[in-house]
């Protein structure tokens, strides 16, 4: 039972890949683009996870007591961020395509791409 | 460094609570209701919902501070801007 | 003097901040605008070279906040600063400064973000060849790749850009999420994020599963970034439709940033722990002449001239990768010296394509046959690059393919340099074809594909007007660097230099040491013995040989169909790719399925191949 | 490949890709049983050398504050970029929405909408505000801060005063936040550098009370910095947004 998170890691990771190359809308290929995504917040802060400690906030806690790890929480942060970016970013390109091509499906943007 | 890191903290291997196994399982199946809900609008909602279940899940893990995060982006901000670009392109499909 | 480390990050960023800032007041003066992007990219520059040049006698660390590692332990972020590192970064903002030349006449309507833009992915590209830290080597990845999706659509209003974004942006997305994996992986068992830290620990445990999973997942977005086959599809929808000024980025310095990361994550973490096995070295030798190969038969196929570039690119990338695969100091010092070479003409010739697209309004092959004849400064730098391209001594791309040659060579592996004399010769004779019949009106046109016919007619002028004549920023940026690119094959001392780097690179020991003990290396210890850098009659031979068959090749591609024994119809190059062009399909979710095949079957053959099966 | 052909070929890597994954995966030392030392070192370390009591922040604004400089100017690169892609090109022009579905029956926005969502923007903005400047203390911080305060910008969009919003919120105005925002925090790192310390080395004296705005040194300044950055970056991403939505159509349309 101690892999269950990292199980549903994978899990997560292969639906993520599997609702990218199934996709027929370019919205919902971002989308899935998200949950591929967010299979890394949940294996960062599985592995700095500590069973039994506080969250790493010391203001009515003395500085001894057993704390998760702060670190993957950071890096957890940074990956929203860049989550927010990229997908606002991916957008607007998808925006974009659907004035040039009329439509948002990948296969068809290929074909029409010319 | 010495060879093996000596953890401050020893705590017993397999200790999970019952909450964050159903949270678990919870975000196994969001993640698989995003991917396999094909209307996109309804997509958004449930990705709105995934938000707040991996927003659960990281209090669960004790990281208040990225459940926030997860909250003001997964759960609200990025549902409004998929919602916009959606209305945007809504009009020539069907 | 150490303050130069956090200088040549902070300048540019600072710099894009205020550009943007001040973008209402800048409106009506481009010249201001135009003034500080250049300035600052080659002040950049001159500092990497400086940093190059101060490192060359040992490596430097620098440590932000000035938290210093304690015991074995970091708990801060360091760029450790190399000659390579360094002047590989240096060659990126030199490629900026170039651009951003060649656009003051280029570009007459561009907002503010094409400047702050361009600044960001040059800073980017900085941090990521001088971090220390795994996961700051991401985050400036990631910095990178997003100023460079937006960059790649920076022309909305045309099909091909938004498309070739939107392949970019989701493949190389997918890529980055899979090295974060790795990293979160290798976090989970060292609880360490510093690369030297890392490779400390891993190195002082037996190797496992866990480390050869992290090593392909954090590898898997480099290998993507650098277009090694199966990965490579996105970059020719990308770089065809980029700007011609960012394509000069994204071929010179983008693709071998990819391999340069690669080779960092090697030598600073899991080298010693993979123990540098022959089978690792071999399965990317492998990977690295497929590479060659498939590049080189595409760009032989291709009429639209950027297309054709970008193939050529892929093509050296493998090349490149086979370089650094060898594991041996010369490889790796061949691979940087070819990469610097090869950056610089490849500049060289986009911008020149630039030239022809601003006054003639095409880059379709076909169509451009013979009216070019009057563009004549802009012919005679094409074709000096494309000789470059081909290797003709003594441009630095000959020096550099010849260390790769003579490593591979002493390591029992001759054939690899007839491989990649036919590579070379393909991609060198497809430049030169292009060259000889667009400038030089040699021969008759080459046949119309219908599809790359219906590819380069989209792309229309990037500019308005002026098209009468070439203005000087746009000749006088590449006819520097192919100068450039000439001055680095004939400093007769760069050969020992470079290799002395190399072995400074791959000493992981001396890593380690330096990072997290500040030691100063003088004399790092060599993982395979230094090999001789002279330059052979038989290297000056080979060279010629290879620039000549590609002008042979050429010439026959032009006059093919007036050989009077041959006319049957038939074109050289045609059906070569037909069973490979099916995989080409532009569709998003084709690219991603190789991805992860691809990388299910890299896993299989690295779990294999360091027999870790048994011991599960 | 056919849809067909490509399930099935993603199905066999996709298989294998994950199996790979998990094999790695088990590697690990198990749930709950993080080994360190990289967090346990600033768990020990961090109040008495920051001042801050959440940890998370002082990692996230100091030791490892030069990743976040990276971080900001993803999100700026970003909002840069949807600005470029979006802009208005030839052959558009801004136009109000007019419902082209005429048969549709969009009810007008109700009174007590726009009351609501109205009333909600003064304690957003100042619980914004709040969790912008005290990073140091609580789970908080300029990122959360400013994506609250961006939400803000939305609440007026529902309240259906978009148009007046643009005319107060011009874009250039929004885009000079956005780059203060960014190159405030490249520069408190720059004061360091100019202050002959490495960059980002906190420069301000550390107050006595642990856990106060005032005693983190430059924590809150930086906090502050990214809370103005990305609330601008979120506004100037969903004004963009808004915009091709609401005003641009194409053609003569």
Not at chain 3, 77 to 95: C, H, K, M, R, T
Not at chain 3, 533 to 556: E, F, K, Q, R, Y
Not at chain 4, 129 to 151: C, E
């Amino acid at each position: 039972m101690q892999f269950f998170p990292f199980i549903v890691v994978g899990w997560i990771l292969g639906i993520g890949l599997y609702g990218i190359v199934t996709s027929r809308h370019l919205i919902h290929q971002i989308v899935c683009l998200i949950v591929v995504q967010s299979s890394t917040y949940v294996l960062l802060l599985g592995v700095g996870y500590v069973t039994g400690a506080v969250a790493p906030y010391f203001y009515d806690v003395p500085v001894r007591t057993p704390a998760v790890d702060p670190v993957v929480q950071a890096l957890a942060l940074t990956d929203v961020v860049v989550e927010a970016a990229v997908t606002a970013l991916l957008l607007s390109f998808a925006i974009q395509a659907h004035k040039r091509f009329g439509t948002l499906d990948p296969q068809e943007l290929a074909s029409l791409k010319g | 460094m010495t060879a093996a890191v000596v953890t401050p903290y020893t705590v017993p291997v397999g200790m999970m609570d019952a909450l964050q196994i159903t949270i678990l399982v919870l975000v196994a199946a969001g993640a698989t209701a995003v991917v396999l809900v094909r209307d996109r609008v309804r997509q958004v909602v449930v990705l709105s919902v995934y938000g707040i279940l991996l927003a659960v899940l990281f209090l669960a893990f004790q990281a208040p501070d990225v459940t926030l995060s997860e909250l003001t982006v997964g759960a609200v901000a990025l549902p409004i801007v998929l919602l916009l670009a959606l209305a945007k392109v809504r009009k020539k499909e069907e | 003097m150490d303050q130069l480390f956090a200088l040549v990050v902070a300048v540019p960023l600072l710099a894009a901040a205020a550009i943007s800032a001040a973008g209402p007041l800048l409106s009506g003066r481009r010249q201001v605008l135009d003034a500080t992007a250049i300035g600052v990219a080659a002040a950049v520059a001159v500092m990497l070279a400086v940093i190059m040049v101060r490192t060359a006698g040992g490596d430097e660390v620098y440590w932000f906040g000035g938290f210093r590692p304690a015991r074995g332990i970091a708990i801060g972020i360091d760029f450790e600063a190399g000659p390579l590192s360094s002047g590989l970064a240096s060659l990126a903002a030199v490629l900026v400064t170039a651009a951003m030349t060649f656009s003051w006449r280029y570009f007459e309507g561009v907002a503010t973000y094409y400047h702050a833009l361009m600044l960001i992915f040059l800073a980017g590209i900085i941090g990521f060849c001088l971090t220390g830290d795994i996961f700051d080597l991401f985050v400036w990845f990631e910095l990178m790749g997003v100023a460079a999706y937006a960059l790649t659509a920076y022309r909305p209003e045309e099909r091909g850009p938004i498309q070739g974004a939107l392949n970019f942006a989701i493949t190389n997305s997918v890529g980055a999420y899979l090295s974060l994996s790795g990293i979160a992986l290798i976090y989970g068992r060292t609880g360490a994020l510093n690369m030297a830290q890392i490779g400390v620990f891993i190195d002082r445990h037996p190797l496992d599963r866990l480390v050869v999973v992290a090593f392909l997942l954090i590898i898997s977005g480099l290998l993507i970034k650098s277009a090694i086959v199966p990965f490579h599809f996105w970059l020719a929808d990308a770089h065809a439709v980029a700007p011609t000024p960012v394509c000069v980025l994204f071929s010179g310095v983008m693709v071998e940033l990819g391999l340069y990361g690669i080779a960092r994550v090697y030598w600073s973490m899991f080298g010693q722990a993979l123990g540098h096995r022959a089978a690792i070295s071999h399965l990317f030798l492998a990977l690295g002449v497929l590479t060659a190969v498939t590049g080189a038969l595409f760009c032989f196929r291709e009429r639209h001239i950027k297309r054709l570039l970008a193939f050529s690119t892929i093509s050296h990338a493998g090349m490149f990768l086979a370089g650094i695969a060898l594991l041996t100091p010369l490889g790796l010092a061949g691979a940087a010296v070819y990469v610097a070479g090869h950056g610089l003409v490849k500049a060289a010739l986009f911008l020149c394509t630039g030239i022809v697209l601003h006054r003639l309004g095409s880059v379709n092959e076909t169509w451009l046959h013979g009216r070019g004849r009057h563009l004549r400064v802009t012919g005679v730098v094409f074709t000096a690059a494309g000789l470059g391209l081909a290797d003709l001594p003594p441009f630095g791309t000959f020096l550099g393919k010849g260390y790769i040659d003579t490593s591979a060579g002493a390591h029992g592996l001759p054939w690899i340099i007839a491989v990649f004399l036919a590579c070379t010769i393909l991609a060198g004779g497809a430049v030169l074809r292009v060259a000889g019949g667009v400038f030089y009106g040699l021969g008759d046109a080459p046949s119309e594909d219908p599809e790359m016919a219906r590819a380069a007619a989209e792309e229309t002028s990037e500019t308005a007007s002026g098209k009468q004549r070439t203005p000087l920023t746009m000749i006088i940026p590449p006819a520097v660097l192919v100068l450039a690119a000439l001055v680095i094959g004939v400093i007769t001392r760069l050969g020992p230099v470079v290799q002395a780097a190399a072995i400074r690179f791959e000493d992981q020991a001396g890593y380690n040491a330096t990072v997290l003990a500040g030691a100063h290396i003088a004399h790092p210890v060599a993982i395979a013995a230094a090999e001789p850098t002279g330059i052979t009659a038989a290297d000056v031979l080979a060279g010629t040989g290879s620039a000549l068959g590609a002008v042979i090749l050429a010439l026959a591609a032009l006059y093919w169909r007036r050989l009077p024994v041959l006319r049957r119809g038939y074109e050289p190059g045609v059906g070569l790719t037909e069973p490979l062009r099916r995989f080409q399909s532009g569709v998003v979710n084709d690219y991603v399925t190789w991805i992860v095949l691809g990388l299910a079957c890299l896993g299989g053959i690295c779990a294999l191949a360091i027999g870790l099966l048994g011991s599960v | 490949m056919t849809p067909t052909q490509r399930r099935w070929v993603f199905l066999a890597g996709v298989a294998g890709l994950v199996a790979f994954y998990l094999w790695g995966l088990l590697g690990l030392p198990g749930f709950g049983n993080y080994p360190g030392p990289y967090g346990f070192v600033i768990n020990r370390v961090a109040v008495a050398q920051t001042n801050a009591t959440g940890v998370v922040s002082a990692v996230n604004f100091d030791y490892r504050g030069f990743d976040t400089v990276g971080e900001e100017f993803i999100l700026f690169a970003a909002a840069a970029g949807v600005a470029t892609v979006l802009r208005r090109l030839r052959g558009e022009r801004e136009r109000p929405a007019v419902d082209e579905a005429a048969d549709r029956n969009v009810p007008p926005t109700s009174g007590a909408v726009r009351m609501v969502a109205l009333l909600f923007t003064g304690p957003l903005v100042v619980v914004g505000w709040w969790l912008a400047s005290h990073a140091q203390a609580n789970p908080s911080g300029g990122f959360q801060g400013g994506v609250i305060l961006a939400t803000t910008f939305i609440l007026i969009y529902l309240s259906g005063e978009f148009l007046v919003f643009k005319r107060f919120s011009p874009v250039d105005l929004t885009d000079a936040v956005e780059a203060v925002g960014a190159a405030g925090f490249a520069a408190v790192g720059v004061s360091a550098v100019a202050m002959g310390l490495p960059y980002l080395q906190d420069f301000l004296p550390l107050g006595t009370v642990p856990g106060a705005v005032s005693s983190s040194g430059t924590i809150a300044l930086i906090s502050f910095f990214v809370g103005l950055e990305v609330a601008a970056a979120f506004t100037l991403i969903v004004g963009e947004l808004l915009e091709q939505t609401l005003l641009i159509r194409q053609g003569d349309g």
